[in-house]
């Protein structure tokens, strides 16, 4: 069963930091990649940083050089440290764990979400 689960969420000011944690189920064979996704009232779900099994990287434009993507096995935690922080990031932030492949992994093919963790910046 996967599970995930996001943490660290709050109000913060501008400039600030804050670090975001994702616990989940563990680094199958079948997962593809671990997400951070966010969603601002009335926009649509969006697309911040992943990582995968290899510890690489990927991020949108609007937080590279601000947000880091990090992972620690032993604990099955992923983690986003966010960095001077803007009131445009204010959403929800969710974490995503995609998985798929052939075989076996076509039969749990999927994308399994948390619940979220909401991130205001506000002075």
């Known amino acids: 069963q996967v599970q995930l689960l996001e943490s660290g969420g709050g109000t913060v000011e501008p400039g600030e930091s804050r670090r975001l944690s994702c616990a989940h189920s563990g680094w199958t064979f079948c997962t593809q990649d671990i997400s951070w996704y966010r969603q601002a009232a009335g926009k649509e779900r969006e697309f911040v940083a992943s990582?995968?099994?290899?510890?690489?990287?990927n991020y949108a434009d609007s937080v590279k050089d601000r947000f880091t993507i990090s992972q620690d096995n032993a604990a099955n935690a992923v983690y986003l440290q966010m960095n001077n922080l803007k009131p445009e990031d204010t959403a929800m932030y969710y974490c995503?764990?995609?998985?798929?492949?052939?075989?076996?992994?076509?039969?749990?093919?999927?994308?399994?979400w948390g619940q979220g963790t909401q991130v205001t910046v506000s002075s």
């Open positions: 990582i995968n099994v290899d510890g690489e990287g």
């Open positions: 995503k764990e995609s998985r798929g492949g052939g075989g076996y992994c076509a039969r749990v093919k999927g994308d399994y």
